[in-house]
T-cell receptor
Framework: GDSVTQMEGPVTLSEEAFLTINCTYTATGYPSLFWYVQYPGEGLQLLLKATKADDKGSNKGFEATYRKETTSFHLEKGSVQVSDSAVYFCALYSSASKIIFGSGTRLSIRP | NAGVTQTPKFQVLKTGQSMTLQCAQDMNHEYMSWYRQDPGMGLRLIHYSVGAGITDQGEVPNGYNVSRSTTEDFPLRLLSAAPSQTSVYFC????????????FGQGTRLTVV
């Protein structure tokens, strides 16, 4: 079945460092892909999405490119801030109209 | 602008007790779902509904019941709580059809002792 694999955390970086969180997927066809973010004590909220191959989703300085050839959707940010500390989930929209989530990556940013 | 509202935020149950987690949305979304979040396992789908009167099982449905009598409400029932159901529960809603954003409630942290 469809699945999402993302890098295990926690990831700890200093402020202004470059961020990459890896995400790969297994799915039938070409699903739409998402990154959701969960700030402490809150529910998940959509960060960005891409609906077809080579699409780049972007929001709040974060970017991710849908790579069909490597079945990947890695999240990147050029300069992280303390306020980016959160748990990040990669997800896909499956052929059965369900959203399937990865296990989440906890990110902590040091001032 | 309430969005998705879950109650309660925290709950402690004894093994064998029953309870209902409430979820309500005011966005007229057809699709609603319940997830549980456990460390290292991400979010797993428990049950979902594509509209009033229609529900279906997700990945981990055992021990849980749902019903959808109105578009707005989608309660999750634990019939006989077990320690394995200790988790954080999230309700989500979205429009049906196409690739649409899911909106999440703030979660219910449940502990079964």
């Amino acid at each position: 079945g469809d699945s999402v694999t993302q890098m295990e955390g926690p990831v700890t970086l200093s402020e202004e460092a470059f961020l990459t969180i890896n995400c790969t997927y297994t799915a039938t066809g070409y699903p739409s892909l998402f990154w959701y973010v969960q700030y402490p004590g809150e529910g998940l909220q959509l960060l960005l999405k891409a609906t077809k191959a080579d699409d780049k989703g972007s929001n709040k300085g974060f970017e991710a490119t849908y790579r069909k050839e490597t079945t990947s959707f890695h999240l990147e940010k050029g300069s992280v801030q303390v306020s980016d500390s959160a748990v990040y989930f990669c997800a896909l929209y499956s052929s059965a109209s369900k959203i399937i989530f990865g296990s989440g990556t906890r990110l902590s940013i040091r001032p | 602008n309430a969005g998705v509202t879950q109650t309660p935020k925290f709950q402690v149950l004894k093994t064998g007790q029953s309870m209902t987690l409430q979820c309500a949305q005011d966005m007229n979304h057809e699709y609603m779902s319940w997830y549980r979040q456990d460390p290292g396992m991400g979010l797993r789908l428990i049950h979902y509904s594509v509209g009033a009167g229609i529900t279906d099982q997700g990945e981990v449905p055992n021990g849980y019941n749902v019903s959808r009598s109105t578009t707005e409400d989608f309660p999750l029932r634990l019939l006989s709580a077990a320690p394995s159901q200790t988790s954080v529960y999230f309700c989500a809603s979205r429009t049906q059809g196409g690739v649409t954003e899911a909106f999440f409630g703030q979660g219910t942290r449940l502990t079964v002792v």
